[in-house]
C-alpha cells in the first residue's frame, strides 16, 4: 500500500440551507460526498461552488469525480445522471434506457441509492414513473429541498410526495441564479 498525499482523505464540509454535505477527495478528486454529516467547519467556498454546480454551472477542478474503478453499467447510469440538468427530472425507466438497458429501472435505482458523488451527480432528480420520490441519502426532505429550489412543486407525504406539473420557469440573473435571494 502506498503511503504518502495521494492516498489521503481531505474532507470539506459546508451548509446547504438546513443540510450539511461533506466532500471527501483523495490524490484531488472526489471519492465520495456525504450528506447529513455535519462538519467541523462551514467552508463557504464549498457551499459557493456546489451551489454554483446545482444551478448548471462548471464544477471546479478540485470537485471533479473520482470515477475509477466504477465498472460498466454504473459508469452509464451516473454518467448519463450527470447530464441531467437543473430544472429537469427523469424516471429510473428513462435512465436506464439512455444508459443502454430498456429494462434495468430496478438496476438504475440500486445505482443511485449507492451514488458516491450526490449533488455533483444529481441523482436527486431521478424519480418514480409515477413521479413519487423515492430514496435519497439526504433523506426525502433534503430530495424535495432541492427539487423544489429547481421549480418543482410537490403534493402528498411522506412517500406519497409526487412532483406536480411541470418546474416553474424563474428569471434569472447574469450569474444564473434565480430570484432574490437574502443574507
Not at 52 to 62: D, K, R, S, T, W
Not at 129 to 151: I, N, P, Y
Not at 157 to 164: A, D, M, N, W
Request: proline share 3%; net charge positive.
Amino acid at each position: 500500500m502506498k503511503s504518502g498525499k495521494s492516498d489521503e482523505i481531505r474532507s470539506r464540509s459546508c451548509k446547504l440551507g438546513p443540510y450539511w454535505v461533506s466532500v471527501e477527495c483523495r490524490g484531488g478528486k472526489v471519492a465520495g460526498v456525504v450528506l447529513g454529516k455535519k462538519g467541523t467547519k462551514d467552508d463557504r467556498k464549498l457551499a459557493k461552488d456546489l451551489e454554483q454546480v446545482l444551478q448548471g454551472g462548471m464544477i471546479p477542478e478540485y470537485l471533479h469525480v473520482d470515477t475509477a474503478g466504477l465498472v460498466g453499467f454504473t459508469r452509464k447510469v451516473l454518467g448519463r445522471c450527470a447530464g441531467i440538468l437543473p430544472g429537469q427530472v427523469m424516471t429510473y425507466s428513462e435512465l436506464a434506457r439512455a444508459a443502454g438497458s430498456p429494462r434495468g429501472e430496478r438496476a438504475a435505482g440500486q445505482v443511485m441509492a449507492n451514488n458516491p458523488f450526490s449533488l455533483l451527480i444529481p441523482c436527486h432528480r431521478v424519480v418514480g414513473s409515477d413521479q413519487t420520490l423515492h430514496g435519497f441519502g439526504g433523506g426525502l426532505d433534503m430530495k424535495e429541498w432541492l427539487l423544489a429550489r429547481e421549480g418543482w412543486q410537490f403534493s402528498g407525504k411522506g412517500k406519497e410526495r409526487r412532483l406536480v406539473g411541470e418546474a416553474r420557469s424563474e428569471k434569472r440573473d447574469a450569474s444564473g441564479r434565480a430570484g432574490k435571494r437574502s443574507g
